[in-house]
């Protein structure tokens, strides 16, 4: 059990970049344990009123005010507003911000950091039509081209293709289930993500795939032939069953992955520059523009889309590229564009730009199940300017 002392320390290291990597695996899994909300919130709120972080002091009465009124909300468990500090904190309130996001969640981070003087801004966001987060929704398309909402479906067996039987589990993942006899029709199924949306699903043999929001797969109801295919759009995850009789090939885009046994990301939206094959255990062999590359677990092959070049990289920051998949949008070293390409994705929105757009680069995560007023709230607080209008977000320069 991890010790109030402990959980500190490690909140005060990720303020001061000096987080280690275990550090930051303890620290993610305290706060994905609802037991620790309490204390952590309890944790945070003596933080600033002790100085610990970057708030000014003139700011305090609001932030506390604020604070207080979000927290309670979230966890009902806040305790009365006490004196305000008296002194100027030492550490970049960016830092912090960042910091926050990760511990306490989007709505109290944006409490903690606006800056006075973004009162106006803020109550925009407050005015405008909130958007909830995306959520488990996807549409699967039969061979015969009929098609099934499987948020809308109940629980049990929902389609049959040849001898493999469709089930909704109760878990709301979807699984292939081969019943006994040969089959040597191939029947192509294709789930399909839309905006806003997310889906897992359990392939004929074995192998699981997690789909990111505006995504699909295309696979056979029942693997037939010498070799596993399957077709990807969008991002995907995939845990692949070990058959060294059967390889597993994955299309996306002009990129092909060639797999005995592993895991990996695809990520291949038409809107990116890139088609990016992460592998995280295993090893696979990519294909593209005729040369092939054998990656190791950690590296991470970027085909460009609109060219030949290939990059191959080492040492990719596997917490960034599976974020999605753990329920986070990990924003560390993206620019303005690439955060609005993800919300875009996640919320369901219009994103256009109004003006030459802020060079600024992001740091921290933020969890991806609050609404999309709590986003900009953030946003704000990094210095972007926009105006949401139905589902419209214009960004200003």
Do not use: C
Not at 50 to 58: E, L, Q
Not at 201 to 229: H, Y
Not at 311 to 334: E, P, R, V
Not at 370 to 379: A, I, K, P, Q, R
């Amino acid at each position: 059990m991890m010790t109030p002392e402990t959980l500190q320390q490690l909140l005060d290291d990720y303020a001061t970049g000096s987080l280690t990597p275990e550090g930051r695996q303890q620290l993610l899994a305290a706060l994905r344990d609802p037991r620790r909300a309490e204390e952590m919130a309890g944790m945070l709120q003596q933080d600033l009123e002790t100085g610990r972080y970057d708030v000014m002091a003139t700011e305090m009465p609001e932030v506390r005010e604020r604070l207080q009124q979000r927290l309670s909300k979230q966890i009902h468990a806040v305790p009365a507003a006490t004196k305000a500090p008296s002194h100027i904190f030492s550490l970049p309130w960016r830092k912090i911000a960042a910091a926050v996001v990760v511990v306490a969640g989007l709505s109290a981070a944006a409490v903690y950091l606006l800056p006075s003087g973004r009162s106006t801004q803020q109550q925009v966001v407050k005015n405008t039509v909130n958007i909830g987060p995306g959520g488990n929704k996807a549409m699967l398309t039969l061979s015969d081209g009929s098609s099934i909402h499987l948020e809308q479906a109940a629980d049990g067996i929902i389609a049959q293709q040849g001898g493999t039987r469709v089930v909704k589990l109760a878990n709301g993942q979807l699984a292939y289930q081969h019943q006994s006899g040969a089959d040597t029709t191939t029947r192509w199924n294709t789930i399909s993500t839309p905006k806003g949306g997310e889906y897992q699903v359990t392939l004929p043999d074995g192998t699981k795939a997690w789909l990111n929001a505006a995504s699909s797969i295309t696979f056979p109801a029942a693997f037939t032939r010498n070799e596993r295919q399957v077709k990807i759009s969008g991002e995907a995850y995939l845990e692949v069953t070990p058959s060294a009789s059967q390889p597993f090939l994955v299309t996306a885009n002009d990129v092909t992955v060639r797999v005995l046994g592993t895991s990996f990301n695809v990520n291949a939206y038409k809107d990116e520059d890139y088609t990016k094959i992460t592998l995280v255990t295993g090893s696979v062999k990519v294909k593209a523009y005729r040369r092939e590359w054998q990656l190791r677990p950690g590296q991470q092959a970027a085909a460009h889309s609109h060219d030949t070049i290939v990059n191959i990289s080492a040492n990719t920051d596997m917490d960034k590229i599976l974020a999605w998949k753990n329920g986070l949008f990990n924003f560390n070293g993206a620019d303005v564009r690439t955060v609005m390409r993800q919300l875009e994705r996640w919320y369901g929105i219009r994103v256009v730009y109004d003006g030459p757009v802020s060079d600024i680069i992001f740091k921290g995560e933020m969890y991806k199940n609050v609404n999309l007023s709590d986003v900009l709230e953030m946003l704000q607080a990094m210095g972007i300017k926009f105006r949401l209008q139905d589902s419209i977000l214009t960004v200003k320069g």
